[in-house]
């Protein structure tokens, strides 16, 4: 069973940046790849950010694509998302999850492990 804290959300101005964090605990962390989705009030849980095993390679959600960076650290049981340029659109809960799977994961039902997510507010 692998445990998932999210840390480092909280209230910013647009144009700013946050940077979250993902600490894993239970299990073998190099063994998931990780991404990050939101959730954001009345909408679905929308796909941000993945990265592989390794960490060789990433993809990003369209909404996002050129403003954030997903990273891990595989030592730290880690996984980061640098989030700049904020908008107040990027309003939302933010979930850290975990997939046993090789590759890119960007699907939610294909998610084994999630986090109970950090709020990002956004004001304009």
């Known amino acids: 069973q692998v445990q998932l804290v999210e840390s480092g959300g909280g209230l910013v101005q647009a144009g700013g940046s946050l940077r979250l964090s993902c600490a894993a605990s239970?299990?073998?962390?190099?063994?998931?790849?990780m991404a990050w989705f939101r959730q954001a009030p009345g909408k679905e849980r929308e796909f941000v950010a993945a990265i592989t095993r390794s960490g060789g390679t990433t993809y990003y959600g369209d909404s996002v694509k050129g403003r954030f960076t997903i990273s891990r650290e595989n030592a730290k049981n880690t996984v980061y998302l640098q989030m700049n340029s904020l908008k107040s659109e990027d309003t939302a809960v933010y979930f850290c999850a975990a997939a046993d799977a090789m590759g890119i994961i960007t699907i939610s039902r294909r998610i084994d492990y999630w986090g109970q997510g950090t709020q990002v507010t956004v004001s304009s």
């Open positions: 239970g299990g073998t962390f190099s063994r998931y790849a």
